[in-house]
């Protein structure tokens, strides 16, 4: 699975973008599609959970973004999109798109895209 993200970008704060991630390859058997931030100085261990959505529509979204971001799905084109809103400089990080494979009960793996930077100015 491959994954390729757009639309970072520089924004002041209150402002909005809008996050995409395109899938490809094996896709079948791909449940959540979603995505992880990691802030400046951070390491890749402590990358916070954003929001997810899962093969049945129902979402997951971090409290700090909640009411500001929201993340859709379109299966048909294997992408996944995150619109954020009222954003504030505390939302400045590389934001990476991730998909998680399963097959049953089994969890295949983790697959992360390239990320895409998101800086907000105040």
């Known amino acids: 699975v491959q994954l390729v993200e757009s639309g970072g970008g520089l924004v002041q704060a209150g402002g909005s973008l809008r996050l995409s991630c395109a899938a490809s390859?094996?896709?079948?058997?791909?449940?959540?599609m979603g995505w992880y931030r990691q802030a400046p100085g951070k390491q890749r261990e402590q990358r916070e959970l954003?929001?997810?959505?899962?093969?049945?529509?129902?979402?997951a979204l971090a409290d700090s973004v909640k009411g500001r971001f929201t993340i859709s799905r379109d299966d048909g084109a294997n992408t996944v999109y995150l619109q954020m809103n009222s954003l504030k400089p505390e939302d400045t990080a590389v934001y990476y798109c991730?998909?998680?494979?399963?097959?049953?009960?089994?969890?295949?793996?983790?697959?992360w895209g390239q990320g895409t930077q998101v800086t907000v100015s105040s």
């Open positions: 954003v929001a997810q959505i899962y093969s049945d529509s129902t979402t």
């Open positions: 390859g094996s896709t079948n058997n791909i449940d959540a």
């Open positions: 991730n998909a998680d494979e399963v097959y049953g009960d089994s969890d295949l793996g983790r697959y």
